[in-house]
């Protein structure tokens, strides 16, 4: 079983961001996703600091440090991108100006509850940022993660028990190892990796799964892409 890498899972969530789309990438892993944009579609994306039209990450040796993202990465900005207050962007993320966003997690529940700003341990230091802001203000909230913990540990649960960032917020989830669906009804796979059966998928987050629909209707084989 191949696990997809980093740069793989960002290429695929990048290829379900439509045309025209105003979308903000988490600090982290979600960054990623602007290096894998389709050059054909015109997508905007904004950084909670206060960037409109940023591009992909700059070619080592050609980082501008006064140009950054929320995470402090350099990044470039494409024609016609723009500046604002810190106060103007939080007003664009929480008005429902943001069609996409992108987070990473600890925890994602069946039912999409998110948390991914704190374990919850004495000791861990809580970085909520703009999570909250972001997961309930935009009107989708996708989320990207390995699909266990460093222990074997599913991310993917039943309820979540780390402290929540927003309620039945997030609607997809990629991780290495599969693309799932979450609702109301629960945790729908839409893709696996080659040579990973449901059953395997089932034993591994302890989680109730079943196949999309679209999947199950057209008899796609195991880790053919499917939209």
Known sequence: ????????????????????????LGI??????????PQDRDIFLQSENG??????APASGEEDWDL?????????????????????????MRGGHIDICVLGAFQV???????????GEADAIPAVGGA???????????????LLTKQGQSKLVEHC??????????SRIY??????????????????????????????TGVPLVMTTANMAEGLPTGTTHD
């Open 68 to 92: 950054i993202n929320a995470g402090k990465q350099a990044v470039t900005l494409l024609a016609g991108g723009s500046y604002f207050h810190h106060a103007d962007s939080f007003a664009m």
């Open 109 to 119: 529940a069946i039912n999409g509850d998110l948390a991914n700003w704190h374990t």
């Open 132 to 146: 909250m802001d972001l997961a309930i203000g935009a009107k989708k909230t996708f989320v990207m993660m390995d």
């Open 1 to 24: 079983m191949i696990r997809l890498t980093r740069d793989q899972m960002a290429a695929r969530v990048a290829l379900d961001i439509p045309e025209g789309s105003y979308v903000n």
């Open 175 to 204: 991780t290495d190892l599969a693309i799932f669906d979450v609702g109301p009804r629960g945790a729908q796979v839409v893709e696996m990796v080659d040579d990973l059966s449901l059953d395997e998928l089932r034993t591994l």
């Open 28 to 37: 982290g892993l979600p960054t990623k996703v602007a290096n894998y944009l």
């Open 161 to 170: 028990t780390y402290p929540l960032t927003g309620l039945g917020c997030v």
């Open 51 to 56: 960037l409109l039209g940023m591009g992909p």
